[in-house]
């Protein structure tokens, strides 16, 4: 009996999940709105509250929905992110290429002409850990490379535009992969960088938006 009732419970949550996402899918509810309790959602579900409680985790767990503690939950988004990350695993590099055009770029823009002292100061700290890992393991300058154009793109002040790069940079990351795969890297491209946030310090949005294409199309 033990080994079936996993089993069973994972069916009620699958069955729970289903009818939860059909009523996120059809508008029940709006973004930032507040769900209803598990009691009320378990009653109108006609399942268990503990049944609820594993599913609503799961939602949390996606992005779907936000758990605050002591104030219930509320719906963070429409679509499953996790969908979300499996359509762009799938892009090509062109596309990927296309989309940083798009997105990245003119988030840059907006950053030259938006960003503050602090955005500043966060900026030049991560382009310097950055550098210090320009030339050595890959995957770590990566890693430091993503921090530096994540707030770059944050300090356009557009949480829209810095959710959507916050997705996508997984894509941006593999891309650089490919890229930067070779021995010794090009100092240039670094120093690409260093132009970059000086045009945005200086506050040009034109030689910014320039400059981050010439990175993009970086072969």
């Known amino acids: 009996m033990s080994d079936i009732s996993p089993l069973v419970k994972r069916s009620l949550v699958d069955q729970a999940l289903e009818r939860l996402r059909l009523r996120i899918n059809n508008g029940t509810w709006t973004i930032g709105q507040r769900l209803p309790t598990e009691p009320e959602l378990a009653l109108e579900l006609g399942i268990s509250r503990n049944t609820v409680r594993e599913a609503m985790r799961v939602l949390a767990f996606s992005g779907l929905i936000e758990i605050r503690q002591g104030d219930g939950s509320y719906l963070r988004a429409v679509v499953d992110p996790l969908d979300t990350m499996k359509a762009l695993s799938r892009c090509s590099p062109e596309q990927a290429r296309e989309t940083r055009h798009i997105l990245e770029v003119e988030a840059i823009g907006l950053a030259a002409l938006r960003r503050t002292d602090d955005d500043l100061k966060a900026l030049h700290e991560a382009l310097g ?9 890959l995957d770590s300058y990566i890693a430091c490379d993503l921090v530096f154009h994540r707030r770059l793109v944050d300090a356009a002040h557009n949480p829209t535009l810095s959710e959507l790069y916050r997705y996508f940079s997984s894509i941006v990351g593999a891309h650089l992969r490919q890229t930067l795969n070779i021995t010794p890297r090009r100092q240039e491209v ?3 960088h260093i132009e970059l946030l000086n045009a ?16 993009i199309n970086e072969p």
């Open 129 to 137: 850990v950055s550098g210090s890992h320009y030339h050595g393991d």
């Open 190 to 192: 670094f120093d690409l």
């Open 200 to 215: 945005v310090e200086q506050r040009d949005p034109e030689l910014a938006k320039a400059i981050s294409r010439k990175l």
